[in-house]
């Protein structure tokens, strides 16, 4: 029987109630077709707090010889923002080279979207992981002066783009719907970048004849994403607009409590990571309510990684069967799970 090994890393907040509900619907939804092996790191707050240590070599290491990292969320009003969501989600993606942030975005019937006629939704986002405003590069100088200054530089490079764009064509053809990919950026405002994601998707697309492409300014998706959701298939866009965007996908679709994702290793050579959308949540963390199915699903996308795709299948199902069911209801965090478990 084959063994994956789980670096399990709950986090802060809301991430250490959901991720072992996830853990338990995980191992109902494989029975004993393969081995599920738990590692438990404690990151986070509570670690940097007591001793102040985010992410060591040390850790990396050994997460490193991991196959899979499950997420639940990192963030803590005790602890300056920044310092835990850099120093320890974004080094994770960093360091394990997790180019693509694959964002499934649907809506299930049952879930009560804000939209008014929402229609049929279901597109993915690919969002690159490792570069654009999130690379860190940037200076503040003359800081507690009037003449301080600012910047953060926004890297793209043809390797990591064309990672990105690569993945969002194959997603095209694999899923099969309307074989359509939306690039979105500011290439009005963006001449550098914008002109190198353009030549990237020209260049892909060549290779991709069955799949179609447009382009979108971001401003403009935000406004295509509450009007007209249901003409997304797969949208492919960089880091911090990816960030933004996906958040609105989350709530057009019900919340955040139904958003997963993953971050992919593309090569394979390092762990891909699987985490809900949402963060900590700390108005809501300690009550027990928070909804573990964003979490959840990123379990289900954990096992289609490593090809268990009728397990995946079997919780995507029993989600979208409790959703239609439960939706309207409250219910905690456990409750949930159970019903969730109860289905599978
Ligand atoms: P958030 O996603 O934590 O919360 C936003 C709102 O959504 C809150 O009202 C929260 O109660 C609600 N919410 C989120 N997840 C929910 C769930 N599963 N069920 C029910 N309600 C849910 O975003 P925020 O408030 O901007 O950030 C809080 C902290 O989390 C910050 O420190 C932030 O940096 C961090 N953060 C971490 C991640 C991550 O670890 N991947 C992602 C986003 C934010
Ligand atoms: C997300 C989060 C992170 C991001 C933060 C917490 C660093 O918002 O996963 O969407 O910006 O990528
Ligand atoms: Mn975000």
């Not at 994956?4 to 959901?18: F, H, L, Q, S, W």
């Not at 600012?150 to 990591?160: H, P, Q, V, W, Y």
């Not at 002109?195 to 060549?206: P, R």
């Not at 994403?225 to 933004?244: A, K, Q």
């Amino acid at each position: 029987r084959k063994t994956i090994n789980i670096a399990v890393i709950p986090g802060d907040g809301i991430g250490k109630e959901v991720t072992p509900q996830t853990q338990a619907v995980m191992g109902k939804a494989v029975g004993n077709q393969v081995r599920l092996n738990y590692v438990d790191y404690d990151l986070g707050a509570e670690r940097y707090l007591r001793d102040g240590t985010l992410l060591n070599d040390e850790d990396l290491e050994s997460i490193g010889q991991q196959d899979a990292i499950l997420l639940g969320a990192v963030g803590d009003p005790r602890v300056r923002s920044g310092i835990l969501e850099r120093g320890l989600l974004l080094k994770l993606r960093f360091s394990f080279d997790q180019a693509v942030n694959l964002r499934p975005t649907k809506l299930y019937p049952g879930v009560n979207s804000p939209l008014k006629n929402p229609g049929r939704i279901d597109f993915a986002v690919v969002r690159e992981g490792t570069e654009g405003l999130y690379s860190g590069m940037g200076g503040y100088i003359r800081r507690g002066t009037d003449q301080a200054i600012a910047t953060e530089t926004s890297l793209n490079t043809a390797f990591g783009v064309e990672r990105a764009v690569r993945y969002a064509f194959d997603l095209a053809r694999k899923r099969g719907g309307k074989r359509n990919v939306t690039m979105v950026n500011k290439t009005n405002v963006l001449p550098h970048a914008g002109a190198l994601w353009l030549d990237i998707m020209d260049k892909v697309a060549q290779e991709y004849p069955d799949v179609t492409w447009d382009y979108l300014h971001a401003d403009a998706c935000t406004i295509f994403l509450v009007t007209d959701p249901s003409r997304f298939d797969v949208i492919v866009t960089d880091n911090l607009f990816g960030d933004v965007l996906t958040d609105e996908a989350g709530a057009v679709v019900g919340g955040i409590g139904y958003s997963a994702s993953a971050n992919i290793n593309v090569t394979d050579e390092h762990p891909s990571m699987f985490e809900p959308i949402h963060g900590s949540a700390p108005d809501i963390a300690g009550k027990g309510i928070a909804n573990p199915t964003a979490s959840i699903l990123s379990g289900a996308m954990l096992l289609e990684h490593f090809g268990y795709d009728q397990a995946a299948e079997r919780i995507q199902r029993a989600v979208e069967e409790d959703v239609a069911a439960n939706a309207s209801r409250s219910r905690s965090t456990q409750e949930v799970a159970q019903d969730i478990i109860a289905r599978l």
